[in-house]
Structure formats: structure tokens, C-alpha cells
């Protein structure tokens, strides 16, 4: 792969990485990896988690410099020449001299300032006084936004905003820049299918501009429909560079270096033992628009996963939250194991073996400075705490089994969680839980943002939770995910259950059907013995 290639999609090339190795204390993150990026393409870069695809692109932003292997850009530092010549990008203004833009999964936006303040933070456009001309920055903004289809003022202050607009203010943050290169990190991972969409829109749009993409994903599916080659990364090392139409199972072996036979391996259990969690009537009333949830009835038994489907804003992740102690509930009960729990009482909840993998995992899954020990031992902390001291023997003895269990990419325990990769990041967030009594675990989007490698680990470690007598309850906005590994769905509508399938008739469509559903006509949907749903007025 080394070199530039002619008979490739695409126009003149923009961007050649030769022989790029980098190593940090303990890991060699890249191996003498290859890339060519042409003007006017998609070129997807796909890899697991930890195979470089970060180490890469934060080399092509300033934020690390390779060891060894050269890059080329096409103009020098000045961005007068013509062609590749070799560029030494040492910051983030030599990226943007260079005409390279990256949109990161972690958004670089400030929550206090305006949409257009971020935008043009540190470029702001300036008077003849010198002054910041805030009327151009607005103008500029709004056509920004415009060209984003984002319908907000330039003047919303950016922590008003959800996940899905704060990705198009990063979009609007790099068009800005007039960049030739664009490297996209995982940017559908927080979208609806229509936001989706509207990104893809964009970005044919940019590359029908002669824009140069490095797109990186997840999703397989998406790859055909917006790339036009692959590099696939595995291990640091560049291992072959293949059309986008590429057959996913190939692309898949690429990625991982073997055959994965089946996608979701679910080992459904003959017959599912006692119910664990019990949920009634859970209410929380809102505003004017109605309730954040109501009448919520369900019950997860041992040794079973029961999915929790919906569009985004049915109010899945409220209910967990509430059930596990984070938020308020106005009325209803949660029982674990037949004992009513108190309401808003995180600790009681785990105390009686509930375990919550939050869909925010750096915000709230984490201690990101933290050691690996340490946020692996920390749900565990009272009970490694004798007298006041922690005994860090025992944590480190069973922080390291777990992470041997969970097959953690790490240099030791010691290393903080902000430099894993986000599947072992998620594998952190999952193994505190292994190490504590919980009966019940809550999966709140445990595969987003993650390679197939790892979540096929991630399965595989939900058959072994269920095979144990544990129960799992998992939301995600993944369907076929939900329909691969659940024993029962339930579906949400706008703050209500409307309805239950189990797994025999939970396809795509009747989950559908149930999600656009109004709420307040429930359809019966139970294909199963009344038992399965025993207690429940979702019938």
C-alpha cells in the first residue's frame, strides 16, 4: 500500500500517510500504517477498537507526531505549492493551514458561548477597530448553519443543545475553515436515521466539492452507501485498502482477523427463573406537554434479557435512570428480588443488585483521570475498605482478573481510562459491575460507538451474565441489535409501554409499528402464555 495509487477513485491526491509508527509507554499503537486520501472521495477508515484510528487522526490534527514514515499534503506549510510534499503537522493551526478539519466524538465546543462564537472561536471576524464584529459572525453563523440544516439561531447558547445538534455545530465548526481534508470520528453515532441522513447529504455534497473525506464508523452498512474505498486497520498495521462495496463479512474479517459465524450469539435460556426486577405504574409527570413517562409496568426475570426499544425521546433511558435511583419518579414501586426499593437512592439500588452502564460513558461511566483499578474497583469501594483504608492489594488482584476476563487492550492497571479506545473504555464501565453482587444489570446503548469485534465480546459476556442467573435489561437504539439479543422487547411510545413481543415475533416491522404507535391507544401484542407478563396491564 505504500505510495500514491492511480487507479483509484477519486481526483489528485490531497493527503499520503507512508510508513507511520507511533508507540506510547507499554503499547505500539501504529505499525508502519498507509493511507492515500484523494480529492473528491469518501475514504473510509475502519478498524476495531484500539487498531489506531485515533492515534492516526490526532496525528493528522497536530495532536501527536509520528516516530517514524513521513506525511505528504498537497501544499507546503504555506499552501502555495503544488502537489504532495512532506509536511510536519505539529499543532492544531498547522492542520488548519494545511486545509485539514477533524470532527472528534468528543465535541471541542464551550457550553457558555453562543453557536457562532463557537464556531468561529478564535477566529473571530474583527472590525477596523480590531473589535470583534459580531454581526458578520452572526451572518457567517446562520449561512453555516443553513448549509448544516440546522434550525437554530446563531445566538443559542451551545449548552442549550442536545448530542445530535452539537454534532452539526462541529460540522458548521469545520465547513468554516474551508477545508480540503475533512476526517470524521464515528459523527452518526449519536444520530436519528433522518439526521443521519441529512449528514450524508452533506458530506456528498463536500465531496462532489472536491473535499477529500476520512470517514470513520462503525456501521457497516453505512460504508457502501457513502464510501468509495477502505483502509482497514487491525493492530496498528494498515492491513489491506478495498473497495466500499466491499462484502461485510470480508470487511469484518479484515477487522478482526477471523470469522465471526454469528453476529449477536444469543444462548436464550430454556425457561427464564423467578422475575428479579418488578416495575409499577412508574410515573413522572413534566410539563405542559405531558408526562416524561406513565403507568410503567414490566418485570425482568432471571437469566433472561429483556431489550427496551423506542425512537429517541420515548423515554427509555428516564425510566432506567429512575428505576436505578438517578432520577426522580412522582408514583409506582421498583422491587428487586420482591423487596420494594426507596426512591432516589443510588446506593440502596446497588446495595440490592442493581448495576447501571450508563449511554454516556465518559460523562457518567467513568472517572476519566482515574487508573484502570480504580474505576474498575469502584462500585466495590466499601467493601475493599476496612477502618478507613482501602486494602489495594485485593482491588488489584481483582481489577486484573477482570480485565484478563474482559480481554482489556491496555499497558497496566495503572493507565488512566481517558487513553483506552471506547470499546475497552465500555469493557471498564461493564467490568465494575462483575465485581460486585449485582442481580440485575441495565445496558443503556452498550455497543454504540464500538467496533464489531468488541461487541460481539460484549455478547458474549451478556450470554455469560444471563447463563449465571443474572438478568440483563438493555436499551438501544440498534435494532437489530435488540431483536438479536433479547428474549423479550419491550417497546416505548412517547412515555408509555406500548406494548411487549417476544422473540419469535419481535421483527423489525411490529417493533416499528409499536414506537409510532399513539400512546393513548396501547395494542395488544403478547404472543406468548399470559405468564410471561404476569402482573402487567400491557396487554
Request: proline share 4%; with cysteine; hydrophobic share 40%.
Amino acid at each position: 500500500m505504500t505510495g500514491v495509487k492511480d487507479d483509484v477513485p477519486g481526483g489528485r491526491p490531497l493527503l499520503c500517510v507512508e510508513g507511520v509508527t507511533k508507540s506510547f509507554p507499554g503499547v505500539r499503537a501504529l505499525d508502519g500504517v498507509d493511507l492515500t486520501l484523494r480529492a473528491g472521495e469518501v475514504h473510509v477508515l475502519l478498524g476495531e477498537n484500539g487498531a489506531g484510528k485515533s492515534t492516526l487522526i490526532k496525528m493528522l490534527s497536530g495532536a501527536h507526531r509520528p516516530d517514524e514514515g513521513r506525511l505528504l499534503a498537497d501544499g507546503g506549510q504555506d499552501g502555495t505549492r503544488e502537489g504532495l510534499h512532506e509536511v510536519h503537522i505539529r499543532s492544531a493551526q498547522d492542520a488548519e493551514r494545511l486545509g485539514i478539519a477533524t470532527i472528534y466524538q468528543e465535541f471541542n465546543l464551550v457550553p457558555g458561548l453562543t453557536v457562532a462564537e463557537n464556531i468561529f472561536l478564535g477566529r473571530q471576524p474583527r472590525n477596523r477597530l480590531g473589535l470583534v464584529d459580531k454581526k458578520t459572525m452572526r451572518t457567517r453563523a446562520a449561512a453555516l448553519l443553513r448549509r448544516v440544516r440546522l434550525d437554530v439561531s446563531p445566538d443559542t447558547p451551545v449548552g442549550e443543545l442536545g448530542i445530535a445538534r452539537l454534532q452539526m455545530v462541529e460540522i458548521a465548526k469545520a465547513l468554516s475553515l474551508d477545508a480540503r481534508v475533512l476526517i470524521m470520528d464515528e459523527p452518526t453515532a449519536v444520530l436519528t436515521s433522518e439526521e443521519v441522513e441529512t449528514l450524508f447529504e452533506i458530506v456528498r455534497e463536500l465531496r462532489d466539492g472536491g473535499v477529500g473525506v476520512i470517514f470513520i464508523t462503525h456501521h457497516l452498512d453505512e460504508i457502501g452507501i457513502l464510501g468509495d474505498r477502505v483502509t482497514v486497520l487491525r493492530d496498528g498495521r494498515s492491513v489491506r485498502e478495498v473497495p466500499a462495496a466491499t462484502d461485510e463479512d470480508e470487511l469484518i474479517r479484515l477487522m478482526v482477523g477471523r470469522d465471526i459465524a454469528e453476529q449477536y450469539p444469543r444462548q436464550r435460556p430454556d425457561e427464564p427463573g423467578a422475575p428479579v426486577l418488578r416495575v409499577r405504574g412508574l410515573t413522572r409527570r413534566g410539563a405542559a406537554a405531558g408526562p416524561v413517562f406513565e403507568g410503567i409496568d414490566f418485570e425482568v426475570r432471571a437469566g433472561e434479557v429483556v431489550g427496551l426499544a423506542g425512537l429517541v425521546g420515548a423515554g427509555r433511558t428516564e425510566v432506567v435512570r429512575a428505576i436505578f435511583g438517578v432520577d426522580r419518579y412522582d408514583a409506582g414501586t421498583v422491587e428487586i428480588d420482591g423487596k420494594e426499593l426507596a426512591r432516589g437512592d443510588v446506593r440502596a439500588a446497588m446495595r440490592a443488585g442493581l448495576g447501571l452502564v450508563p449511554e454516556d460513558r465518559k460523562g457518567q461511566g467513568l472517572v476519566l483521570d482515574a487508573s484502570l483499578q480504580d474505576n474498575l474497583t469502584l462500585a466495590r469501594l466499601d467493601r475493599d475498605t476496612r477502618g478507613g483504608l482501602v486494602d489495594r492489594g485485593t482491588q488489584r488482584r481483582e481489577a486484573a482478573a477482570v480485565a484478563a476476563q474482559l480481554k482489556v487492550r491496555m499497558s497496566g492497571l495503572g493507565q488512566s481510562a481517558r487513553t483506552l479506545s471506547g470499546g475497552n473504555q465500555q469493557k471498564i464501565v461493564i467490568g465494575k459491575w462483575l465485581l460486585t453482587d449485582t442481580r440485575l444489570l441495565i445496558l443503556d446503548e452498550p455497543t454504540r460507538g464500538i467496533d464489531v469485534g468488541a461487541k460481539v465480546e460484549i455478547y458474549q459476556l451478556i450470554n455469560e451474565l444471563t447463563a449465571s442467573g443474572r438478568a440483563v435489561l438493555m436499551i438501544s437504539s440498534d435494532l437489530p441489535e435488540v431483536l438479536g439479543m433479547s428474549d423479550r422487547v419491550l417497546v416505548m411510545s412517547q412515555g408509555r409501554l406500548a406494548g411487549e413481543l417476544p422473540a419469535e415475533a419481535a421483527t423489525q416491522d411490529a417493533v416499528m409499528e409499536l414506537a409510532l404507535q399513539a400512546p393513548d391507544h396501547p395494542k395488544s401484542t403478547q404472543h406468548n402464555d399470559e405468564s410471561a407478563m404476569e402482573g402487567s396491564d400491557v396487554h
